[in-house]
């Protein structure tokens, strides 16, 4: 689901207001590398960002504190099976899931109830739902 011209304009707006409600600081670079992945149909790789990015290019490590300074405030997404990101696309969910179209590599996210798995001294930091397998459009196609 790729936003353009006044879709992208109005989310990143929404974006902006959220961000200054939770008095986040939505940097220049933050907003566009969150801008490059809200305009993109798919999951994209840090390298893929930069080459969407316009001119002058931003180095490398930009783009990486960018894109953890995204996904530490729930604003993106790392897709840690494709190792690639996509921006949070499900408002105030706990925990996100996602489903990996292993032939189109369409990645759709779902909102999933906490696995009641925190037992004992283990503290769970960070959970990963990826499920992969091949979505509707591709079954149908087959
Ligand atoms: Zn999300
Ligand atoms: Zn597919």
Redesign the pocket.
Do not use: F, Q
């Given at each position: 689901m790729a936003l353009e011209g006044a879709d992208l304009r109005q989310a990143l707006r929404d974006i902006e207001a959220d961000c200054k409600a939770r008095k986040l600081r939505l940097t220049v670079s933050r907003r566009r590398v969150l801008e490059v992945l809200l305009a993109s149909e798919g999951p994209l790789k840090a390298y893929d960002i930069i080459e969407q990015y316009d001119t002058p290019k931003p180095k490398p490590p930009t783009v990486y504190r960018a894109l953890q300074f995204l996904v530490d405030e729930?604003l993106?997404?790392r897709i840690e099976q494709i190792n690639a990101y996509?921006?949070?696309?499900?408002?105030d969910?706990g925990m996100?899931a996602f489903l990996i179209c292993d032939t189109c590599h369409h990645v759709e996210?779902y909102?999933a109830p906490r696995p009641n798995l925190d037992k004992g001294n283990f503290q769970v930091s960070q959970w990963v739902i990826e499920g992969v397998g091949t979505c509707g459009a591709c079954l149908t196609q087959t």
């Open positions: 729930g993106a997404h996509v921006p949070c696309r499900v408002s969910h996100a996210e909102a």
